[in-house]
C-alpha cells in the first residue's frame, strides 16, 4: 500500500503478537460459545506442514470461533468443548463425527436434506413421499426466513412430519451455510497459498480469523479490531 519492503521476519513478529493479544478474547469466545443454546459447526480439510489437518468452525449469531485440529473427529470438538455439548443444539450437515457427540438437541442441515429429496424425486418418479417431503423443508426453511428471531410453534410442523421431529424448533436455523460461509476465508487462502507451512501460522490464523468474523457479526469494523490487537 506505502511501497515499503517488509521483510518475512517482521511479518511473522507481528502475526505473533497479534495472537498473543487476541487469547484472552479468543477465551470469551469459546465461553459464550459454550453457554449458547444453539450452535453452528461445520469442518473443513487444510494442508498445514505437508500434512491434511482440519478447520473446524464454532458459530453462532454473534461469535465465531475457528481453530486448528489434527483429524475430523468428534472428539476434537469434545476436546475443546467438553460437557457444553451437552448443552446445545449443534446445527450441522451430516458428517458422520456430529452423530457420536452426545448434544443435546440436533438439527441437520435442511440444505443438504433438500438435495437429497431431489436425488430421489428423480431416482424414482413414481413415487411422491420424497416430493413432500421436500415441499415441508422448503415451507419450514421460509417460515425460519421469514421470523429469523422469533420462536415457532413447531405443533404443525410436528403433525405434518408424523412425529419424526420432536423437539421444539423455535430459534434454530435451517441450514448450516452460516458455518459454511463462515470457514470460506480459509478456502481462499488455501487456494492461493496451497497450504500453512506451521502449526502456529495456521493456529495465528485461525484465532485472527475468529476475531474478524466474530467483530463482523456486532457490526464493528475488522480492521479496527486487529489495529486493536496492537
Known amino acids: 500500500m506505502f511501497g515499503l519492503e517488509i521483510s518475512r521476519g517482521s511479518m511473522v513478529n507481528w502475526i505473533n503478537e497479534a495472537r498473543r493479544s487476541v487469547e484472552s478474547a479468543i477465551e470469551k469466545i469459546k465461553e459464550y460459545i459454550m453457554q449458547s443454546p ?31 485440529g489434527k483429524s475430523r473427529k468428534g472428539q476434537e ?12 443444539t449443534a446445527v450441522t450437515d451430516r458428517h458422520s463425527a456430529y452423530f457420536a457427540l452426545h448434544f443435546l438437541n440436533h438439527q441437520v442441515c435442511l440444505a443438504h436434506l433438500l438435495r437429497e429429496c431431489q436425488y430421489l424425486n428423480e431416482l424414482d418418479k413414481g413415487q411422491q413421499w420424497s416430493g413432500s417431503v421436500e415441499s415441508l423443508f422448503q415451507e419450514a426453511i421460509h417460515e425460519r426466513n421469514q421470523k429469523p428471531t422469533e420462536s415457532i410453534d413447531p405443533q404443525s410442523w410436528l403433525d405434518r412430519l408424523d412425529n419424526l421431529i420432536d423437539e421444539n424448533l423455535s430459534r434454530l436455523p435451517p441450514d448450516n451455510n ?37 467483530t463482523k457479526k456486532h457490526g464493528n469494523s475488522p480492521y479496527n479490531a486487529i489495529l486493536a490487537l496492537f
Request: proline share 0%; aromatic share 14%; charged share 30%.
Open 38 to 68: 444453539v450452535v453452528g459447526f461445520y469442518e473443513s480439510g487444510c494442508y498445514c506442514n505437508k500434512r491434511l489437518d482440519w478447520t473446524w468452525i464454532a458459530q453462532t449469531v454473534y461469535f465465531t470461533l475457528v481453530f486448528h
Open 178 to 214: 452460516a458455518s459454511e460461509r463462515g470457514i470460506r476465508k480459509l478456502k481462499i487462502k488455501l487456494k492461493n497459498s496451497g497450504c500453512f507451512r506451521s502449526d502456529l501460522g495456521a493456529d495465528a490464523f485461525m484465532d485472527l480469523h475468529s476475531i474478524v468474523e466474530t
Open 77 to 88: 470438538l469434545e476436546d475443546r468443548f467438553g460437557d457444553s455439548l451437552e448443552r446445545m
